[in-house]
């Protein structure tokens, strides 16, 4: 009886696991997809994970950043940076979308 119960708490844990990668990878997929057509961030800056090369702002990959202040930039906007989220050119869910995506493959 014990046993069958902790089969079953290691069952769920996997599932629940699996399912968090997944949800990770939809989120690096749409993330790319963002950064590089949507928001076309890339146009404006260095990000080597998603081939960008753009240099009218600053590398993404050598800044030091965290999910917070990237979703406050997109948000915002900084100078020349435009204001994703003011501007409504990306809704809130993109603007998180995109920040977790650049933040987890800067320097990769
Ligand atoms: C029109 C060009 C342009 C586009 C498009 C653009 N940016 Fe920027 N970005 C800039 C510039 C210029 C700065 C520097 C702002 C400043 O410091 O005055 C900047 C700053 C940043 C920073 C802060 C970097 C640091 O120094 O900490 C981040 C993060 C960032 N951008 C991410 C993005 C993301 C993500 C997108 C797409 C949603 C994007 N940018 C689209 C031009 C752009």
């Known amino acids: 009886m014990k046993i069958s119960k902790f089969l079953l708490i290691i069952f769920f844990v996997s599932v629940t696991n699996s399912i968090n990668t997944f949800a990770d990878e939809e989120?690096?997929?749409?993330?790319?997809?963002?950064?590089?057509?949507?928001?076309?961030?890339?146009?404006?800056?260095?990000?080597?994970?998603?081939?960008?090369?753009?240099?009218?702002g600053p590398n993404l990959d050598t800044v030091s950043m965290t999910i917070e202040s990237v979703i406050d930039?997109?948000?915002?906007?900084?100078?020349?940076?435009?204001?994703?989220?003011?501007?409504?050119i990306l809704t809130k869910e993109e603007i998180e979308i995109v920040s977790y995506y650049?933040?987890?493959?800067?320097?990769?």
């Not at 590089?36 to 800056?45: D, G, K, M, Y």
């Not at 930039?73 to 409504?88: I, K, Y």
């Not at 650049?102 to 990769?108: M, T």
């Open 27 to 56: 989120k690096m997929k749409k993330g790319l997809e963002i950064f590089n057509e949507t928001a076309a961030c890339a146009a404006c800056h260095v990000l080597k994970a998603a081939g960008s090369e753009g240099n009218i």
């Open 73 to 88: 930039m997109v948000t915002n906007g900084l100078g020349v940076m435009p204001a994703f989220g003011e501007d409504e």
């Open 102 to 108: 650049v933040v987890n493959s800067a320097g990769k």
